[in-house]
C-alpha cells in the first residue's frame, strides 16, 4: 500500500531553515508527481510546492514562492523541501501528498513550530 513517511520538521526562530524529507513505498514514485501541503492550526489544509515526476517543473504558492525549493530524488524514492526564511506563519504541519493538491494520500506529517 502508499505509505509517506515525513520527516525533519522541528522549532526555529523567525529567519531559520529546515529541511523536510519524504520516502515513499508502495507506488511508482518516480512517476507520480508529488506535492508538499501544511495546516496551520485551525485552518484546512493548502498546497505549498509541486513537482513533476522527473523534477525540473515546479510550482509554489505565492507565500513560499522565492523561500521554499521543493526537489526530489526518484533513486532513493525521496521527496523534499527545502525551506528558507521561515516565517511565524509558516506554522503547521506539513504532509507530502501523491499528485497534484491535497487529495491523494499523504503521511502523518511532520511539524514546524517557527516563533521566537
Known amino acids: 500500500q502508499v505509505q509517506l513517511v515525513e520527516s525533519g520538521g522541528g522549532s526555529v526562530e523567525p529567519g531559520g531553515s529546515l529541511k523536510l524529507s519524504c520516502l515513499a513505498s508502495?507506488?511508482?514514485?518516480?512517476?507520480?508527481?508529488m506535492t508538499w501541503a501544511r495546516q496551520a492550526p485551525g485552518q484546512g489544509l493548502e498546497w505549498v510546492a509541486v513537482?513533476?515526476?522527473?523534477?525540473?517543473?515546479?510550482s509554489y504558492a505565492e507565500a513560499v514562492k522565492g523561500r521554499f525549493t521543493i526537489s526530489r530524488d526518484n533513486a532513493r524514492k525521496t521527496l523534499y523541501l527545502q525551506m528558507n526564511n521561515l516565517k511565524i506563519e509558516d506554522t503547521g504541519v506539513y504532509y507530502c501528498?501523491?499528485?497534484?493538491?491535497?487529495?491523494?494520500?499523504r503521511g502523518q506529517g511532520t511539524h514546524v513550530t517557527v516563533s521566537s
Open positions: 508502495g507506488f511508482g514514485f518516480e512517476t507520480a508527481v
Open positions: 501528498v501523491r499528485g497534484v493538491g491535497t487529495y491523494g494520500s
Open positions: 513537482i513533476g515526476n522527473g523534477g525540473g517543473q515546479e
